[in-house]
């Protein structure tokens, strides 16, 4: 099973290119959504992210709006949540990896907003670096609601710069120029991908699609 790494910055288009994607047969796995699972009522994270922050959790489940504050408040507090978080995160995709390759997939790929931030590319046969004009990329964020130029500038500064992941990717999508010609480079990279004799830029270990030794 080839394994693609969909990364990019927030506001550059990844939910639409992923969805084409899935749309092209592969099996996504979206970070995002394993994290919220993990906050829902009854998920894993809900229990020791309580401990390590006191009152955002309510009813149960992880408040993302209160952890959002708590966040605010300490600098350090983004790594603690992290340690917490992310073996998690990494147990769930492995699990889900293991079950697709099982079913016979051939493609699968990760949606991951820090994929080269937390070393997660050590993980894929390939990246793919989802991007759009700086313009059409702040127009995009600043419209949803709740953001804030503050909010926007604080999630950028998390984030790898958008030029250094472009320069690091082995496929570059472009969202900028439209939504045909979105689907039509996502074609193109399944294609390559899966031709016989392609071979895979990143040689990864563990494969995300076999046991941790």
Do not use: C
Not at 58 to 70: H, K, N, S
Not at 155 to 177: E, N, S, Y
Not at 189 to 196: H, Q, R, S, T
């Amino acid at each position: 099973m080839i394994v693609l790494g969909l990364t990019g910055s927030i506001g550059m288009g990844k939910s639409t290119t992923t969805a084409m994607f899935a749309d092209a047969g592969a099996f996504v796995w979206n970070a995002d959504e394993a994290v919220h699972r993990l906050y829902a009522k009854g998920g894993a994270a809900v229990g020791p992210v309580g401990e390590a922050f006191p009152d955002v959790v309510v009813d149960g489940a992880v408040d993302r709006t209160r952890l959002a504050e708590a966040l605010g408040r300490d600098g350090e507090a983004f790594q603690r949540l992290e340690a917490i978080v992310h073996p998690l995160v990494m147990k769930g995709r492995q699990e889900e990896l293991a079950a697709a390759a099982a079913r016979g997939v051939r493609l699968a790929v990760l949606d991951i907003p820090l994929l080269f931030e937390t070393g997660g590319d050590a993980a894929v046969d390939a990246v793919v670096v989802v991007t759009a004009p700086a313009e059409a990329q702040a127009e995009r964020v600043l419209a949803r609601p709740g953001m804030t130029r503050e909010r926007f500038d604080a999630i950028l500064g998390r984030q790898m710069p958008d030029a250094k992941k472009r320069r690091r990717a082995d496929f570059v999508i472009d969202t900028g120029h439209g939504l045909a010609a979105v689907r039509a480079r996502v074609g193109e990279i399944v294609g390559m991908v899966l031709a016989p004799g392609w071979f895979p830029p990143r040689p990864r270990l563990p494969k995300a699609d076999e046991p941790e030794q």
